[in-house]
Structure formats: structure tokens, C-alpha cells
């Protein structure tokens, strides 16, 4: 009989909801338990979800006997802190995107993973999603030949009075919250570039409300990208090859479909999602952990590290003037 795995969730924002309603599609999965700052907050989210224990503290949840692994979906600021404080207490874990601030804090978190022989990885749903699954065969397939060239857009109006967005001390701004994903797959495609090209928009508060990146490769290869959370945008991403070129629709980090146009004919490919899609990347912790294994293949340490030290180039463009 195969073992049940028992989730943990941190932080009881709108993301954690959508996670603990996906958790559904799960066989070998429950959550088990909430962990919030308050105790109010702990105790709607497992009334809403029908959640067994609600603790009023993230130390309290990570301390949990029966947690086999636990969802970290605090600020970003909070990121290297929880995932420490649950690796440590012996819980597997799998931590939202962004992973870390930054290359140095995302390393330390990865070091102690290995250290406590525990399985970590980057909440990357997009990676799983069937749409990019999709993508992937089609690339893989080489059937629009070399690929030289992405595009992609990432933009929404953010709501003011949500603090994270616009706060730098909780991470904030328009690259680390949805540049994230576009650097992911500028890095899958084309790997670390040569040159960097960055201009950004500033906020009042000091971070980058939009921000536009040109990755330049020494082959020949770009890679443009443009965020923004003051500005609605189309969401697409556009990956151009020599014999072809594929377009993920809207919104493309958790697409329905995508575009595929060669030089023979044109075909939409409609790939639908389940649920809000949040579940795919957690039935990818639940087959890694009955596997006893501790990495996975399709986000592993070294490109969460790579992109992370990407974002970090960005950022110091950014900051230079660039």
C-alpha cells in the first residue's frame, strides 16, 4: 500500500489557497496542517479548506511530528528563513518562486538541503503545466529547427494595497515577482548570456515597476523580455527557430495552449489545464518523495541557482543605470 504524504502550508495568501485547492487531484497527498502569523488567519484557512491542525506560527507548523512536507508561500523576504527553519526542523520542502532574494541566499538554502538530506525545490509551476510539457516535446522534437530568438511579456495592474508588490524589504517589484519566469526559460533555451541590456521603470517606493531585459548570446541568440505590474500586457511567449516558431497564448506561465507555425502549416494545439494548475508541481514533489528521491529533474538546484544568479546580473544592471 502506497504511504500517504503529509503537506504542511505556509502562509494563508491567495496563492496558498489556490495550492490547497488544487491539492484535491492529489491521491497520496493531504495537507495536514496550516501554519500562519495569526491565529485567526490559521484558523479560516483550515475551516475553509478542511484543514486538521492550524498553527499560529511558522516554527509551530515546521515543528509538526506528522509533517512530511511543507509548501513555504511566505513574502519572498521570508523565503530563506522558513525554508531554513523547515529543513532544519527535518521537513521536505518546496519553497514559491522566486526562491530566494538573491544567488547568496538561494546557495545557503540549497546547502542545507544537501547537508540534511532533504528534498527541496522552486514552486516553477509553469514547468509543469501540460502547455509547456507540450512545448518541451515540441522543442525537443526539433521541429522549428534552431531556436535564435524569444519574446515574451509579463504584465498586470497590481493592487496598491497589497504590500509585497511595491515594498523592497519584502522583495518587491516587477523583476524578482514575474521576471522570474521568463528568465527561466530564457536560461532552459539559451543558457547564462553574454551581454545584458536593461531598462527599468521606478516606483516611488524604490523598486522596478516595469523593467525591460535584452539577453544577448555570442551565436547570435536573444532573448527579450518586458515586466511590468502598473501595466496590463498581452502575456505571450514567442519562441523563434529556423524552420518555425511556437507561441505560448495567454497567460503564458500557466498557458492552455499554444501556436505552432513551419514553414508546411499552422496549427493551434489546445492543451487544457485542470484545476488552477498549482497541483502539477505538487504531484511532482508526491512521485519525487515516494521515490525517495531528492531533486527533481525538470527544476533541479543548479538551474534554480543559475537563474537566481541571472536575476542578480539583471538587478545590477538595474541598479547601475543600465
Known amino acids: 500500500m502506497t504511504r500517504v504524504i503529509n503537506w504542511g502550508i505556509m502562509g494563508t495568501g491567495a496563492i496558498s489557497n489556490l495550492f490547497a485547492t488544487d491539492m484535491h487531484y492529489l491521491k497520496n497527498s493531504t495537507i495536514r496542517a496550516i501554519g500562519s502569523r495569526s491565529t485567526d488567519g490559521a484558523r479560516r484557512f483550515s475551516r475553509k479548506h478542511n484543514i486538521e491542525r492550524a498553527y499560529n506560527s511558522y516554527s509551530a507548523l515546521a515543528d509538526d511530528p506528522d509533517i512530511d512536507v511543507i509548501y513555504v508561500a511566505t513574502p519572498h523576504s521570508e523565503h530563506r528563513a522558513n525554508v531554513i527553519r523547515c529543513l532544519n526542523a527535518g521537513k521536505h520542502v518546496l519553497c514559491e518562486k522566486p526562491f530566494a532574494l538573491n544567488f547568496e541566499q538561494a ?4 546547502n542545507v538541503a544537501h547537508e540534511k538530506r532533504l528534498f527541496l525545490m522552486e514552486a516553477m509551476w509553469t514547468m509543469f503545466i501540460p502547455a509547456f510539457l507540450k512545448l518541451k516535446e515540441i522543442l525537443g522534437a526539433n521541429t522549428i529547427g534552431d531556436v535564435r530568438k524569444m519574446e515574451a511579456t509579463c504584465g498586470f495592474v497590481a493592487d496598491t494595497d497589497r ?13 524578482l515577482d514575474i521576471g522570474i519566469y521568463p528568465v527561466t526559460i530564457a536560461m532552459m533555451l539559451f543558457g547564462a548570456p553574454q551581454d545584458i541590456e536593461v531598462h527599468a521603470s521606478m516606483h516611488g517606493s524604490g523598486v522596478d515597476d516595469s523593467i525591460s531585459v535584452i539577453l544577448k548570446y555570442a551565436y547570435g541568440a536573444v532573448a527579450n ?12 511567449l514567442l519562441i523563434e527557430g529556423s524552420h518555425g516558431s511556437i507561441t505560448l497564448q495567454s497567460p503564458w506561465w500557466h498557458s492552455w495552449g499554444l501556436e505552432l ?7 493551434v494545439l489546445r492543451v487544457p489545464i485542470e484545476g488552477h494548475g498549482l497541483q502539477y508541481e505538487a504531484k511532482e514533489v508526491e512521485r519525487l518523495l515516494l521515490a525517495g528521491r531528492l531533486e527533481s529533474d525538470a527544476v533541479p538546484h543548479k538551474d534554480t541557482l543559475d537563474n537566481m544568479r541571472l536575476l542578480d546580473r539583471i538587478r545590477e544592471e538595474m541598479e547601475n543605470g543600465s
Open 107 to 110: 546557495e545557503e538554502m540549497v
Open 225 to 236: 523580455f518586458y515586466c511590468s505590474i502598473v501595466e496590463n500586457q498581452p502575456n505571450e
Open 261 to 267: 507555425r513551419t514553414e508546411r502549416h499552422n496549427e
Open 163 to 175: 504590500a509585497r508588490y511595491f515594498d523592497p524589504m519584502l522583495g518587491g517589484g516587477a523583476l
